[in-house]
T-cell receptor
Framework: GQNIDQPTEMTATEGAIVQINCTYQTSGFNGLFWYQQHAGEAPTFLSYNVLDGLEEKGRFSSFLSRSKGYSYLLLKELQMKDSASYLC????????????FGAGTRLTVKP | EPEVTQTPSHQVTQMGQEVILRCVPISNHLYFYWYRQILGQKVEFLVS????????KSEIFDDQFSVERPDGSNFTLKIRSTKLEDSAMYFC?????????????FGSGTRLTVV
């Protein structure tokens, strides 16, 4: 099975930087995804890491350390529209490479 | 940009009734998924489907659930005898073979309310 842990809620200020952490335990790790989900909407893909290191994509970056079972999503220059849930998800080749989600971190951006 | 389309967007049904949730995955995608999200809870994996058969299913996906690809474009989730606890948002997702860089594409979901 898999355990995926992330903080339940975070609050940050517009224009600031926020880091959302995710730790996971899985026996057949084959990639980690970050998704954004606004209330009542579908998850939308943000990033994918399968090798250690930092992947940068505009204001969003994602980091992975496979040896530590750890990832983070870094959001820079926060905007009000970034208020959403951020879902960490892991692929496991023991589960036919299917993706499983963590419970998500609800981020509130305040003025 | 290609989309995964789900219908209906909202379905209300009486307990014990059968419902069919419909999805049209992206045309060149070959892996299909159903996930559900009970209000305020995590997105939960239900089932994956490849090459016209179920490749993986979760413990949630019991005998009351079934999936089908009745033709070349549709992918359906049937719940045979709905229960109150089946009330949730159901998301369909798809992805192409061999391309991980962009993750899964999710549909906008069907909100199922069982009364």
């Amino acid at each position: 099975g898999q355990n995926i842990d992330q903080p339940t809620e975070m609050t940050a200020t517009e224009g600031a930087i926020v880091q959302i952490n995710c730790t996971y335990q899985t026996s057949g790790f084959n990639g980690l995804f970050w998704y954004q989900q606004h209330a009542g909407e579908a998850p939308t893909f943000l990033s994918y890491n399968v090798l250690d290191g930092l992947e940068e994509k505009g204001r969003f970056s994602s980091f992975l350390s496979r040896s530590k079972g750890y990832s983070y999503l870094l959001l820079k220059e926060l905007q009000m529209k970034d208020s959403a849930s951020y879902l960490c998800a892991v692929r496991d080749w023991n589960n036919n490479n299917d993706m499983r989600f963590g419970a998500g971190t609800r981020l509130t951006v305040k003025p | 940009e290609p989309e995964v389309t789900q219908t209906p967007s909202h379905q209300v049904t009486q307990m014990g009734q059968e419902v069919i949730l419909r999805c049209v995955p992206i045309s060149n995608h070959l892996y299909f998924y159903w996930y559900r999200q009970i209000l305020g809870q995590k997105v939960e994996f239900l089932v994956s489907f490849y090459n016209n058969e179920i490749s993986e299913k979760s413990e949630i996906f019991d005998d009351q659930f079934s999936v089908e690809r009745p033709d070349g474009s549709n992918f359906t989730l049937k719940i045979r005898s709905t229960k109150l606890e089946d009330s949730a948002m159901y998301f369909c997702a798809s992805r192409p073979v061999g391309t991980d860089l962009w993750g899964y594409t999710f549909g906008s979901g069907t909100r199922l309310t069982v009364v």
